[in-house]
């Protein structure tokens, strides 16, 4: 089975920057994480969760209009990692953060257990 290990979430302040990273780990299931898009979403506090950023397996990139401009979407398909860079973030962006892998062709869909974010000064 496909897990999603995240890490590089944490505190800080009103302007600063964070940056999120996303292993995908196959194991023994053969799963090419190059064939797979790149999501990241967020839930706040009390709301639904929300897509923040994709890229796809060719490299396309969309992002959720809030963000266009602050956040980064990338991806090393060597290493199997995503990243989601962030920048001059606010207290709105106070969130858990997800990574997801999903490849629709095969039906697969893999997520991650989520990273809190807290910005606030």
């Known amino acids: 089975q496909v897990e999603i290990a995240e890490s590089g979430g944490g505190l800080v302040q009103p302007g600063g920057s964070l940056t999120l990273s996303c292993l995908f780990k196959?194991?023994?299931?053969?799963?090419?994480?190059?064939?797979?898009?790149l999501n990241w979403y967020r839930q706040q506090p009390g709301k639904q969760r929300e897509l923040v950023a994709q890229?796809?397996?060719?490299?396309?990139?969309i992002y959720l209009p809030s963000v266009k401009g602050r956040f980064t979407i990338s991806r090393l398909n060597p290493r199997n990692t995503g990243i989601l860079h962030m920048k001059n973030l606010q207290p709105e962006d106070t969130a858990v953060y997800y990574c997801?892998?999903?490849?629709?062709?095969?039906?697969?869909?893999?997520w991650g257990r989520g990273t809190q974010v807290t910005v606030f000064s």
């Open positions: 997801n892998s999903e490849r629709k062709a095969l039906n697969l869909n893999y």
């Open positions: 196959p194991g023994d299931s053969g799963h090419i994480f190059s064939f797979f898009d």
């Open positions: 890229i796809n397996d060719q490299g396309q990139q």
